[in-house]
């Protein structure tokens, strides 16, 4: 399904002030230093900046389908007042889809999505509370009008207008934006919106698609990365010279769109409590740190390590091919050392690090500063970090070759992800 839309500014702020009537509408809103994805009112919305609400959201929208803390399950046990040793328990499961709608997210974000339906939705087991929350957003993506310096979508076979994930793909031309219905969920938000037909637009929206790709540089050569990645895993030394400056401290998967890292707690009392699912992070040493004091992951080069071999060689091993990084480079901006996972790329590769030299475009478009994400919530454990100016530029993917070298693993503590 595909249809093409027009919309000035005014006509799309007002679209979404009245979907605010039956959605819980999501767009991105400057809170401190920070840009991230808030619901909004419908006067909020029929205000709104559209300057505003196309800015670049510091940390992914992630969290409209994994909250960093949700409760999965409530539980209360009764005794029985004849024979105290007997509990009748009872289980409520609080999990509400509520209809939403998210709005402006980029390509690479919305890809997100599509990395995280195959755990969460695929095989024998699935997510009731991801899939829930899955089917009732519709998600509204706006084309990338150029690259960011830390953009490297095109490494991982994507580009800025990239479609997947998306529901309905808005681009901006002279005078507003051509709105691209991608799936039926996406038709039945447009019904009745008014919007006028777009179809005299079709250059304008190529050549914003094209301007926005020829922003980008070409991506390095990548051929086996599966493979290669994989090779290093027993390399030491590798891992401990390309990670001697991290501190562990998380930024890069609380803020990536497609890490899925979790951990389970009960709050209360044996009689009386909630079971809760929070966000964690592969990247701190008590993540797998079993309750016999063994931790196989005891160093930040063992922990690096693991994380960068799920989006380049576990995932697309298990995937038929596809990464789990969708090159968004958030966590390029906002790791306070600057470490670079597409170095430790291409390092694996080829042997040797990427320069920024290398990287970067010969004209790099300008760079909009990315603040940094504001401080959880006491229940919610994700510390995000704090964005600095984006630098080096960005590359082009290439699918990998089937099936990588066998894997070592180890067993991380229970009730993780």
């Known amino acids: 399904m595909s249809s093409l839309l027009f919309a000035t500014p005014k006509e799309l702020t007002g679209w979404l002030a009245k979907l605010a009537s039956g959605y819980r509408v999501l ?16 006067e909020q919305l029929a205000s709104a900046d559209i300057d505003a609400l196309l800015r670049r959201a510091t940390a992914s929208p992630k969290q409209a389908m994994l909250p960093q803390c949700e409760t999965l399950v409530t539980f209360k046990s009764v005794k029985d007042a004849e024979d105290p040793s007997k509990l009748t328990t009872t289980l409520e499961n609080p999990c509400q889809a509520e209809p939403t709608v998210l709005f402006g997210c980029r390509p690479c974000d919305a890809r997100g999505f599509v990395v995280l339906d195959r755990p969460y939705l695929e095989g024998k087991f699935k997510d009731p509370y991801y899939g829930a929350r899955r089917e009732a957003t519709v998600i509204v993506t706006q084309a990338c009008p150029s690259a960011f310096a830390s953009c490297f979508c095109n490494w991982v076979g994507s ?137 196989p992951r005891p160093s930040k080069a063992d922990r690096m390590r693991n994380r960068v ?18 090159g968004c480079g958030r966590c390029v901006v906002s790791c306070p050392v600057s470490l670079d996972i597409r170095h430790m790329v291409k390092a694996a590769v080829e042997g040797s690090s990427l320069t920024f030299d290398d990287a970067a475009p010969a004209e790099s478009p300008a760079v909009e500063a990315v603040p940094a994400p504001e401080a959880p919530a006491v229940a919610e454990p994700a510390p995000e970090a704090v964005a600095e100016p984006e630098q080096a530029a960005a590359p082009k993917a290439q699918k990998p070759a089937p099936k990588a070298a066998p894997r070592a693993s180890s067993k991380s503590k229970a009730k993780k992800r």
Request: glycine share 8%; hydrophobic share 35%.
């Open 159 to 295: 580009h800025p207008s990239d479609k997947e994930g998306s529901d309905i793909l808005f681009t901006a031309v002279e005078g507003g934006f051509v709105l691209e219905v991608v799936t039926d969920k996406g038709q039945a938000l447009v019904e009745g919106a008014g919007f006028a037909d777009a179809a005299d637009k079709v250059a304008d929206v190529e050549a914003a698609h094209a301007a926005a790709a020829a922003s980008l540089a070409p991506a390095p050569e990548l051929t086996h990365v599966m493979e290669k990645v994989a090779s290093r895993f027993t390399d030491t030394e590798f891992w401990e010279k390309e990670t001697v400056k991290c501190l562990s401290c998380g930024a890069c998967t609380y803020l990536c769109p497609t890490c899925q890292c979790f951990t389970i707690t009960d709050e209360g009392s044996q009689l009386d409590g909630r079971r809760l699912r929070s966000w964690d992070s592969c990247m701190t040493p008590l993540f797998t740190l079993e309750t016999s004091g063994h931790n």
């Open 309 to 326: 071999s799920h989006k380049f060689s576990f995932y697309p091993e298990r995937y038929d091919g596809f990464f789990s990084c969708v």
């Open 27 to 42: 767009a991105p809103r400057q809170e401190g230093p920070s840009v991230v994805y808030r619901p909004q009112t419908a």
